[in-house]
């Protein structure tokens, strides 16, 4: 994408908002050089950290701190770039973007530096993202993940799958622009192991992708069950505190409990839900509908069965979603004296959220069904759009494997542009304002 040079300047806080040690205003555009010489006195020395005042119009300071001078394109939106480090203090800021904005510049937009980036080549698309997914991480897995992103790799996949693909469309152009040549170059060895090489590359991006997508979103876990089986015990030995109120009391809870734990990396966000029966108090009712709306939500579920009276289901009497992932808990392993771990040949786990038992085997479970099993120096970070993205991709690339068994060397070319098309999408080589617009909102203002 070439360079889209702005010709107003941006100004925005790149600290939180409130009392702080250090507070940084960043100006972005062609009159940055300008507001340097009138708000410091001169155009500090590039790259180098300056120590001097911030002046108001009347000469007056407002602050002291440091100021980074950065000349573009070498900067991180490609233009010229001033950063303004002083002390942290809602005030402060305040009066300084008053006097950059009083200067020529205006309010930056959220994610408006970040998109300046983009558009002048300083990043791609995933790359502009993964600075979002990394101030959101929710974990050291996810951390780097996303940092992993950041540095490129995400894009190098991508890219390398459309090269892969681009040798495939010139195969395929050949036999197109040389029909009355001897050799059927549809049907030549060379381009089936070709297809082939995509079709793996297609398989592992898409695996890599989705593992990112659960690192970034995390993935919610709803436990449900009848009152007194042991949800509350089971959320509090998960998370390693006394999260949720656990009595001997059957229906103690009647709301939700939300808590997030670090499972091996992946951000789980545990609900425990009001026990599953059906009664005349009102409160419980309120407390048993909402567990059927989070279980309509939920990524997957934990039905938490009594060990100790394992006959009645847990879900008499209600109707769980169809679709929804499941894995039985048979708690209290403790009290019957079974082992603790995977039942062979069900789906169901015995566990004591009382001293632990099982608790590892239902980590290992619960990641093995989510499909979560990433290395944490090759993983990546990646969004929903990613996938549906991906999955256009692939499809449009089936759909020329069929064309190329049917013989049909123009349709195959066609299906090729498509599914390279939708990668481009990807990384932001073809994408429409309003998708950038949606991607850019969801930055912090200042990024």
């Not at 006097?99 to 510049?105: H, I, N, P």
């Not at 970040?114 to 980036?117: E, G, P, Q």
């Given at each position: 994408?070439?360079?889209?040079?702005?010709?107003?300047?941006?100004?925005a806080?790149?600290?939180?908002?409130?009392?702080?040690?250090?507070?940084?205003?960043r100006?972005?555009?062609?009159?940055a050089?300008?507001?340097?010489?009138?708000?410091?006195?001169k155009?500090?020395?590039?790259?180098?950290?300056?120590?001097?005042?911030?002046?108001?119009?009347d000469?007056?300071?407002?602050?002291?701190?440091?100021?980074?001078?950065?000349?573009?394109?070498n900067?991180?939106?490609?233009?010229?770039?001033l950063?303004?480090?002083?002390?942290?203090?809602?005030?402060?800021?305040?009066?300084?973007?008053e006097?950059?904005?009083?200067?020529?510049?205006r309010?930056?937009?959220?994610g408006?530096f970040?998109?300046?980036?983009f558009?002048?080549?300083?990043?791609?698309?995933?790359?502009?993202?993964?600075?979002?997914?990394?101030?959101d991480?929710?974990s050291?897995?996810?951390?780097?993940?996303?940092?992993?992103?950041?540095?490129?790799?995400?894009?190098?996949?991508?890219?390398?799958?459309?090269?892969?693909?681009?040798?495939l469309r010139?195969?395929?152009e050949?036999?197109?622009?040389?029909?009355?040549?001897?050799?059927?170059?549809?049907?030549?060895?060379?381009?089936?192991?070709?297809?082939e090489?995509?079709?793996?590359?297609?398989?592992?991006?898409?695996?890599?992708?989705?593992?990112?997508?659960?690192?970034?979103?995390?993935?919610?876990?709803?436990?449900?069950?009848?009152p007194?089986?042991?949800k509350s015990s089971?959320?509090?030995?998960l998370?390693?505190?006394?999260?949720?109120?656990?009595?001997?009391?059957?229906g103690?809870?009647?709301?939700?409990?939300?808590?997030?734990?670090?499972?091996?990396?992946?951000?789980?966000?545990?609900?425990?839900?009001?026990?599953?029966?059906?009664s005349?108090?009102?409160?419980?009712?309120?407390?048993?509908?909402?567990?059927?709306?989070?279980?309509?939500?939920?990524?997957?579920?934990?039905?938490?069965i009594d060990?100790?009276?394992?006959?009645?289901?847990?879900?008499?009497?209600?109707v769980l979603?169809?679709?929804?992932?499941?894995?039985?808990?048979?708690n209290?392993c403790?009290?019957?004296?079974?082992?603790?771990?995977?039942?062979?040949?069900?789906?169901?786990?015995r566990?004591?959220?009382?001293?632990?038992?099982?608790?590892?085997?239902l980590?290992?479970?619960?990641?093995?069904?989510?499909?979560?099993?990433?290395?944490?120096?090759?993983?990546?970070t990646?969004?929903?759009?990613?996938?549906?993205?991906?999955?256009?991709?692939?499809?449009?690339?089936?759909?020329g494997?069929?064309?190329l068994a049917?013989?049909?060397?123009?349709l195959?070319?066609?299906?090729?542009?498509?599914?390279?098309n939708?990668?481009?999408?990807?990384?932001?080589?073809?994408?429409?304002?309003?998708?950038l617009?949606?991607?850019?909102a969801?930055?912090?203002?200042g990024?």
């Open positions: 994408m070439a360079g889209h040079l702005q010709q107003d300047t941006i100004a806080r790149a600290t939180p908002a409130g009392r702080g040690g250090v507070g940084i205003v100006v972005s555009g062609p009159l050089a300008a507001i340097a010489g009138q708000l410091l006195g155009l500090p020395a590039p790259r180098y950290a300056t120590y001097a005042s911030f002046i108001d119009s000469a007056v300071p407002i602050d002291s701190g440091i100021a980074l001078w950065f000349p573009g394109p900067s991180f939106t490609g233009e010229d770039v950063e303004l480090q002083g002390h942290g203090g809602d005030l402060v800021i305040d009066l300084l973007l006097r950059v904005t009083g200067l020529g510049a309010l930056a937009e959220p408006e970040s998109k300046r980036a558009l002048n080549d300083k990043l791609d698309l995933t790359q502009a993202e993964a600075i979002v997914d990394l101030i991480s929710g050291r897995m996810a951390a780097r993940a996303a940092q992993r992103s950041l540095q490129g790799e995400f894009s190098k996949a991508v890219f390398e799958l459309n090269d892969r693909i681009t040798e010139v195969h395929v050949a036999a197109i622009d040389f029909p009355d040549e001897d050799i059927d170059f549809l049907s030549d060895a060379a381009l089936q192991a070709r297809v090489v995509v079709d793996t590359a297609f398989t592992e991006l898409a695996r890599a992708a989705r593992e990112g997508c659960l690192l970034r979103d995390g993935v919610t876990l709803v436990l449900a069950g009848k007194n089986a042991g089971l959320l509090n030995a998370v390693g505190y006394a999260a949720a109120i656990v009595t001997d009391v059957p103690t809870t009647r709301d939700l409990v939300k808590e997030r734990v670090d499972l091996d990396g992946l951000p789980l966000h545990i609900i425990d839900t009001a026990g599953l029966r059906v005349d108090n009102v409160v419980e009712q309120e407390g048993v509908r909402r567990t059927l709306e989070q279980l309509q939500q939920a990524d997957i579920a934990l039905l938490i060990g100790t009276n394992p006959s009645e289901p847990a879900e008499q009497g209600f979603p169809p679709d929804l992932q499941i894995i039985k808990v048979l209290k403790d009290l019957t004296g079974e082992s603790a771990g995977v039942v062979p040949n069900t789906d169901a786990i566990v004591s959220a009382l001293t632990g038992a099982g608790l590892p085997e980590r290992s479970l619960l990641k093995q069904k989510l499909g979560f099993m990433p290395s944490e120096t090759g993983s990546i990646a969004r929903r759009r990613h996938l549906v993205k991906l999955e256009e991709a692939r499809k449009a690339f089936d759909d494997r069929l064309r049917e013989g049909s060397g123009e195959l070319a066609d299906d090729l542009l498509r599914s390279q939708a990668l481009a999408d990807i990384t932001g080589e073809f994408t429409s304002d309003d998708l617009g949606e991607i850019f969801n930055f912090c203002i990024k």
